[in-house]
């Protein structure tokens, strides 16, 4: 096995918000890992169709797993892991097995763009062959070669639930295929999408419950860890003949502007065309489209970008997360902005314009068609930042901003900033000092939002710091084409420095104005206060006060991977982030390092270092080679979510983050070039 952890999470994305994912090991750990995943109404609506399977080989001297599971009580069977000698994950997934001296079996698979759909495939790899073959699935001299008799038989699992739930052993699954020619079809419930399953070997139905699998990640949560998969059968592939290749896609997953294509994903193979034919054709194309990308980061962000209705949006993180206001609105300035991705940022950003309401964007859209959340006092913030961002990018592109839809992105922007000053839910209006004023007991409104029990871990209740950061850069970005908003920045901006400033501390206080009591100041030391300085189009310091507050973030809050939600020694400081759900919510922003966060602090650290390119070479040297080799850890080519405040600083909660990664994309693009 290569220095990859065995443990560490691959996934291939579709682009409409499903997705295949797994371990290295293929073990797989959470409910979320599953082989086809598909949402029904994009991107949510998220159902496991098929969660995996087994394979195995069968050659003249015995049969070999190529595959293993977890089950209860902790017994891996079979012992297929034991035989991968290496693992990549670019452009995608592929594994190779070794059987004996002289047989190595090679499996990958990939998600092609826009599909609802996974191809897997297998390989001989004969020993001294060229193990990537030619790019046909074939390896250079398997033509030639005198192979045993190799047959490859594949055991796919279903369930047919949402990607939240488990899966138990029942009486209504329907067991039954649809067998014609090289397709077979398998519907496990009435109402949940049919799998279209497309392969060059042979189905042979075998009905059979396969109980107690456990996933090990949903132990550690404290989480429904078990559950029970159906088997309808058993794939045969002779691969001494050639190739295996199976293809399993969701059926009535309609595509756009193709409204003859709801039972039959695009990259399903016509009658007249062969699967393997079909896969050859697929794999060239999306390997093209793969090699398009300037750097592995870019392509690993082309996960996050996913339909919803007409447009487009991003989702927060995979594998449970949805698309989030505020999450969207960070991620974007790195995912598509930085990267040069306008049109889709265009796109995203139009498309939660028409939600703007009360001067308000949700800050999440439930996966099962509720009502959008309007809980953010961030979110409709950091949206304005986002547009500022791409229409300063736009410049070098006219015909993305002269293009009538910069007038809508601006008229968002002055309803947002109307709805905050006149006021609007929860408490959020422009105060008497400029300053943004919001919160009311029973809502967490900043992104420091965990609830354990109905309460606030974090109410922050008042001004807190980064919201007047965002507010006034927000006040700004609308002056540039509505004047009346220049005022208000004014009146904000004289007031920040002097309320916010605790000369004795040497940093900035986390709250002012605390529970709304005038004067009543929180100087807890957290990373808020870095979008003081860095984050955002503005500084709002002076120089001086500028450096001594960066200098204490990185004393105090600064590690490889990220900023420390609370310095240690603070009241409520954890060092790790574990247990079940309440423990873990408890310490979500009590220590816990959050990756994300070094988007601001290299950009504060650069700014008051001289902005010039000494200062961006040594904050490279200085901060980014831990984040790269992370990206060979948890979500392998991505950043995680949230890792443990002390040393190892292990990796925890979501393993691919989207604005986490957005961040480091900026960094590279917009900071430190």
């Not at 592929?94 to 495939?121: H, M, T, Y």
Request: aromatic fraction near 10%.
């Amino acid at each position: 096995m290569n220095p990859i952890d065995p443990n560490a999470e691959w996934i291939e994305a579709d682009g409409l918000g499903g997705f295949a994912s797994g371990t290295v090991s293929g073990i797989r750990t959470r409910r979320y890992h599953a082989l086809l995943l598909t949402a029904t109404a994009p991107p949510a609506g998220r159902m496991v169709l098929v969660n995996g399977f087994d394979a195995w080989v069968e050659i003249p001297r015995g049969t070999f797993a190529i595959s293993s599971q977890r089950y209860g009580p902790d017994v891996i069977h079979p012992d297929g892991a034991s035989r991968i000698e290496s693992f990549e994950y670019e452009p995608w997934p592929r594994w190779r097995c070794r059987i004996d001296n002289d047989l190595v079996i090679e499996q990958e698979l990939f998600v092609p763009k826009g599909e609802s759909a996974v191809f897997i495939s297998w390989r001989i790899v004969a020993r001294g062959a060229d193990s990537r073959g030619d790019g046909s699935g074939h390896t250079l001299d398997q033509a030639t070669s005198t192979l045993p008799a190799t047959t490859l038989r594949v055991r796919p699992f279903f369930s047919g639930r949402d990607f939240h739930a488990t899966h138990h052993e029942n009486a209504s699954f329907k067991f039954v295929a649809d067998q014609n020619s090289e397709r077979v079809r398998f519907q496990s419930y009435a109402g949940v999408p049919a799998v279209i399953a497309y392969s060059n070997g042979h189905y042979a139905h075998e009905p059979s419950w396969y109980r107690n699998f456990v996933y090990s990640e949903e132990q550690a949560r404290g989480l429904n860890a078990v559950e029970d998969l159906a088997s309808p059968g058993v794939f045969e592939f002779s691969l001494s003949e050639r190739p295996a290749v199976l293809m399993l896609a969701a059926e009535a997953i309609a595509r756009a502007g193709d409204p003859g294509s709801a039972n039959r994903p695009a990259s399903t193979p016509p009658d007249t065309e062969s699967i393997e034919a079909r896969h050859v054709q697929v794999r060239a194309i999306e390997q093209a489209r793969r090699q398009h990308f300037s750097s592995a980061l870019e392509q690993a962000a082309d996960a996050y970008i996913v339909n919803r209705g007409k447009g487009k949006t991003l989702i927060a993180g995979y594998p449970w997360f949805g698309d989030w206001g505020r999450d969207t609105f960070i991620a974007l300035r790195g995912l598509c902005i930085a990267t040069g991705r306008l049109e889709e940022a265009r796109d995203i950003l139009l498309q939660w314009a028409d939600t703007v309401s009360q001067g308000m964007l949700p800050n999440r859209f439930p996966d099962n068609g509720e009502q959008p959340e309007f809980n953010s006092v961030d979110a409709s913030l950091w949206y304005i930042i986002a547009v500022n961002d791409y229409l300063l990018a736009g410049k070098k592109q006219p015909t993305l901003t002269d293009d009538g839809h910069t007038k809508q992105l601006q008229a968002a922007v002055d309803a947002i900033l109307r709805g905050y000053s006149e006021g609007t839910r929860f408490g959020i209006r422009a105060d008497r000092d400029g300053l943004l004023s919001a919160g009311e007991h029973g809502q967490q409104l900043t992104w420091m939002d965990a609830r354990v029990d109905g309460r606030e871990i974090t109410p922050r209740i008042g001004k807190p710091v980064e919201i007047q950061a965002l507010w006034l850069n927000a006040l700004a970005v609308g002056a540039k084409f509505s004047e009346p908003w220049q005022t208000l920045f004014e009146k904000g901006n004289a007031a920040f420095e002097s309320k916010f400033w605790n000369e004795h501390a040497g940093y900035l206080a986390d709250v002012i104005d605390c529970n709304h009591q005038p004067g009543v100041i929180d100087l807890t030391f957290r990373p808020n206060q870095i979008f003081a300085v860095g984050g955002l189009p503005l500084t709002l310091l002076s120089k001086d006060k500028a450096c001594r507050v960066v200098d204490a973030v990185e004393m105090l809050l600064a590690t490889p991977v990220g900023l420390r939600s609370l310095a240690p020694g603070e009241r409520g400081y954890a060092p790790h982030y574990q247990g079940d759900s309440r423990a873990r919510d408890s310490v979500y922003h009590q220590g816990t390092v959050w990756p994300w966060l070094i988007g601001p602090f290299v950009e504060a650290w650069v700014r008051v270092h001289g902005a010039n390119a000494d200062a961006r070479k040594k904050a490279r040297a200085r901060f980014l080679p831990a984040l790269y080799e992370h990206l060979n850890h948890a979500g392998l080519g991505h950043i995680s979510e949230i890792c443990d405040a002390e040393p190892p600083h292990t990796p925890r909660g979501c393993p691919f983050q989207a604005w986490s990664l957005g961040e480091l994309l900026r960094i590279e693009h917009s900071i430190l070039t």
